[in-house]
């Protein structure tokens, strides 16, 4: 649908393979990018398989290289077909760690954030976001999400450097007034 394509609810799945794969070419897709790949093990072997046999295939069928993302697990997702595993290349991407690097992302989050005012961090807030964070991305997102929340709740409207230091996860602050 994001690529103008009406969908009729009475397609046959082979129907709508074909009607994909035409789209795809039409508009010269040249990259398929699969999110949390390591979900496919949520499935039965035979759907497992299914699932890998259409992602060779799509891959043979447009010509387009293939990015699959996930966690550990999903390189043993991969690993069911073997001639899939053996045209993808494996990265491992390290956890972030407080250098300037780090610094640029945070800087990068708290902009898009909708607070009113400037949210600065020192060096030591920033070390600290990466260890409650344990250097994933997604957790130091989260961090950052809940702590805007709060900002606005609270009228401050800005992360700062207490707020960094006395945030504590969701489950503990139940626990605490349980």
Known sequence: MAMGASINERVTLMELEIRTVLLLKSNNVRVLVFDEVHNLLAGTPREQR?????????SNEIKASLVC??????????????????????FVLPRWKADEEFQELVTAILRSLPLRLPSALSSQSLRHLSRLGDGITARVFGI????????????????????????????EKEAAFA
């Open 69 to 90: 993302l996930g966690v550990s697990e999903a390189r043993d997702a991969i690993a069911g077909d073997t001639q899939l595993a053996r045209r993808l290349d494996q």
């Open 50 to 58: 299914v699932i890998l046999q259409l992602l060779r295939y799509l």
């Open 144 to 171: 950052l999400n809940e702590l805007a929340i709060e900002a606005i709740q609270n009228g401050i409207e800005r992360i700062t450097d207490d707020s960094i230091e006395s945030w504590r996860p969701a489950l």
